[in-house]
């Protein structure tokens, strides 16, 4: 259908078999995106951080889940990128902004994440201004899952840099 045009200008994310509209973001998302990403490009090389892509799922959500994060960190550039889309084990993390999202983000995409085996997922709740770490996949799903507030110092694991959540959080309304 996609290759038809019958999507043509619209955005959609495939999840589960269902066609997922990605409605246009509001400023907040869109600036919370662009705080992660100056973070993640202070501390790591450019190539690696990948903004609103599709990654390959795992087994049998293949046929029916093509995710496409707001952000994901590859362990390393690969030339066959070029041809396929990164899968979940040659990621360090996934992060998605969420402010109407954050049930399906926090269950649903928790999931697939899970068994995609992304080692560390992330949830930036804009609305509660916290946010939500998920890591230690176990193929079905996250085994350790921490919330920090603004407040709070987090980093990547395995990681030395830290970020105040705050600081990748948009200002308050």
């Known amino acids: 259908m996609g290759e038809s045009g019958l999507f043509d200008g619209q955005r959609y994310e495939l999840i589960d078999g269902d066609l997922i509209d990605k409605m246009g973001q ?5 600036s919370a995106i662009g705080l992660l990403l100056r973070w993640l490009q202070s501390i790591l090389e450019i190539d690696r951080v990948r903004v609103q892509l599709p990654i390959e799922a795992a087994g049998e959500d293949r046929e029916w889940s093509e995710p496409e994060p707001d952000i994901a960190v590859l362990v390393e550039l690969k ?3 070029e041809e396929r889309h990164p899968r979940g084990n040659e ?6 902004v969420a402010d109407s999202s954050v049930s399906f983000d926090l269950t649903r995409k928790a999931t697939l994440y899970a068994r995609s085996g992304v080692p560390e997922y992330w949830v930036l709740d804009l609305i509660r201004r916290m946010l939500v770490v998920h890591r230690q996949p176990d193929g079905t799903q996250y085994r350790d899952i921490h919330m920090y507030s603004e407040d709070d110092v987090v ?4 990681r ?3 970020v105040r959540v705050g600081r990748i959080l948009p200002r308050r309304p």
Request: proline share 5%; net charge negative; charged share 40%.
């Open 155 to 158: 980093s990547m694991e395995g």
């Open 26 to 30: 509001k400023p907040r998302h869109s």
């Open 160 to 162: 030395e840099e830290k």
């Open 91 to 96: 990621l360090l993390l996934v992060v998605e």
């Open 79 to 81: 030339a066959e990128h």
